[in-house]
């Protein structure tokens, strides 16, 4: 990870420049002041760059985050999305493992309900998103409860289909000698099944995680929102500001970031015997 991260920031700057330096002898040959003479030493100092300056980002990053929990703030409007991604993610997990229980546990239910759930996938969630948020409106459901429901739409179906498969994972010989003491079907479930799946778990959850963020942004997009990462990337997007856009994403990656990060800790804590089986 540290020899990607060197190797991103040693080619950062030529690329930059590359990718500037075309808008910056566009701009110098249509009479715009920008305060040097070639396009070379202005690729560094555009006001909407395709990829930003180190100085620029650092000055926009600063200034989008203080005071950090202003309604205008980029780290309130992160936590804003990361409600709803957590919440989503939950919703999500307790979905996902009650369907992979249901999806194992009975041939019949799965032949009957996997195709759907496959096909509830191909929803675009742009055409979703609305749809659901004038439905619930009509309860009464409004504000982040709708984007969080959206983010566990898109996210049961990996921890799902993870958790079906880690319940499936124990070895012929462990079900037989579980058979041979006589143990039922839920002694075999709790003992043998459940702590099989729990790494295919993590594993769809990491997965997942990712997919709630990208949820609860996109259906911020699409909804009417009053704060949330997916509000300010319309806004800024709107108003042609790239570095706003930059300093979003960038935010946006680290939640999921912590987000895998967080998982992947509580991974440790909940299976401590993948940890030893690594050393």
């Not at 030529?14 to 040959?29: C, I, K, Y």
């Not at 002041?33 to 555009?46: D, F, S, V």
């Not at 769809?204 to 300010?232: D, H, P």
């Amino acid at each position: 990870m540290l020899v990607v991260a060197a190797a991103a920031l040693l080619l950062y700057w030529p690329l930059m420049l590359w990718a500037n330096v075309g808008a910056a002898q566009r701009s110098l040959n249509s009479g715009a002041e920008l305060g040097c003479a070639t396009a070379l030493a202005c690729a560094t100092q555009l006001r909407n760059p395709v990829l930003p300056a180190p100085a620029q980002l650092g000055r926009s990053l600063q200034a989008m985050s203080v005071p950090p929990l202003a309604p205008t703030s980029v780290p309130y409007n992160t936590l804003v999305t990361a409600r709803e991604t957590v919440v989503g993610l939950l919703i999500a997990s307790v979905l996902g493992v009650l369907l992979a229980v249901a999806l194992v546990g009975s041939r019949a239910f799965e032949r009957l309900t996997l195709p759907w759930l496959i096909a509830s996938q191909t929803v675009p969630v742009i055409a979703l998103a609305p749809m659901l948020a004038v439905v619930l409106g009509q309860y009464g459901v409004q504000g982040w409860l709708p984007k969080a429901l959206i983010a566990a739409y898109i996210a049961f179906f990996p921890v799902a289909v993870g958790v079906a498969a880690g319940l499936r994972s124990p070895d012929p010989m462990q079900e037989d000698l579980l058979t041979t003491y006589r143990a039922s079907g839920w002694q075999t479930f709790w003992t043998l099944r459940l702590p099989a799946s729990l790494p295919f778990l993590f594993t769809s959850l990491k997965v997942a995680a990712t997919a709630a963020l990208i949820g609860s942004i996109v259906a911020e997009i699409s909804t009417i929102s009053f704060s949330g990462l997916g509000k300010m990337l319309a806004e800024n997007s709107r108003a042609s500001d790239t570095l706003a856009l930059w300093v979003i994403m960038l935010y946006g990656a680290g939640l999921g970031i912590a987000l895998v990060a967080v998982l992947g800790l509580i991974e440790r804590l909940v299976t401590p015997w993948r940890a030893g089986q690594s050393r």
